[in-house]
């Protein structure tokens, strides 16, 4: 479904990725992991179009897509949940799904109407979304916030979702949840690439991961082989 081949790309003369190659096939969630500074964001952004890259290919669905910028790109069936979240505060909750789906649905009239099935199937996954629905967004707690961002990107329909250390700065009960929520994500077909700084949860829920370093991959496996592997236990798992 994903292919990234070969990427290079960095900010300014500064090179960060310097040969990036990961799959992700259809209905799998693959992992990226490394320490900070790896280039794992760098990555995520890489692939999405939010910066170009320099040299490489990334594949979606078979397509090169790595000349053309994100909003292309997210049209294409890629969305990019980001580090650090950014839902719309003062919108409400449910305006801030209703904008995921806006790339995908024409603007004019009966625009809600033909989203409502979608909603649905989000508030599904996230009943706690739907008890909020009319509440600023800027008023949910961390973890709902997450969900909010993963409930907009799903609005998208995505062939793939780039989700972006969606634990960051939350509390470790609802770092739990995020997960409960990962492997919700999974069981309901979504193809999945996850960058997370939890290795240990990110292998439990993954089918595959790498293991990036300076820029480039520098190990890959099933999870149960990276298990077994002395520099990933004694660097991530230990
Ligand atoms: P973390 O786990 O800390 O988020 P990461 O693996 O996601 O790390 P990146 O955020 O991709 O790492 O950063 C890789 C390198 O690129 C770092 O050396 C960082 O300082 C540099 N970098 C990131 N963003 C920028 C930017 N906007 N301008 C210049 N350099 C940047």
């Known amino acids: 479904m994903l292919t990234v081949d070969n990427l290079h790309a960095g900010y300014g003369t500064s090179e960060v990725l310097v040969g990036v190659s990961l799959e992700v096939k259809a209905g799998s969630v693959v992992a990226l992991i490394g320490a900070n500074g790896a280039g794992k964001t760098t990555t995520m952004r890489a692939i999405s179009g ?3 890259p320099s040299r490489g290919q990334v ?3 078979g397509k090169p897509v790595q000349e ?3 909003s292309r790109i997210a ?3 890629l969305a990019h949940s980001p580090e650090g979240r950014k839902v719309f505060g003062p919108l409400t909750v449910e ?5 995921g789906a806006y790339s995908r649905l024409p603007r004019f009239f009966g625009f ?3 989203a409502a099935g979608d909603l649905k199937g989000v508030y599904e996954l996230f009943p706690r979304l739907e008890e909020r629905r009319l509440q ?3 008023t949910l707690s961390g973890g709902e916030q997450q969900m909010l961002a993963i409930g907009r990107a799903l609005m998208s329909k995505p062939k793939v979702m780039l989700l972006d250390e969606p634990s960051m700065g939350l509390a470790p009960i609802i770092v739990q949840e995020v997960f409960h929520t990962i492997r919700r994500l999974k069981e309901a077909g979504i193809t999945l690439l996850l960058v997370e700084q939890f290795a240990k949860s990110a292998l439990e829920v993954a089918d595959y991961a790498y293991v990036m370093d300076r820029g480039r991959i520098a190990i890959e496996g099933t999870p149960a082989e990276l298990h077994r592997d002395e520099r990933v236990l004694a660097a991530y798992l230990g």
């Open 75 to 77: 049209r294409l069936g």
């Open 50 to 52: 939010m910066l170009k």
């Open 95 to 99: 305006d801030n799904l209703l904008l």
């Open 136 to 138: 600023a967004a800027g």
């Open 68 to 70: 053309y910028d994100a």
């Open 59 to 61: 594949l979606l669905d």
């Open 112 to 114: 809600r109407g033909r």
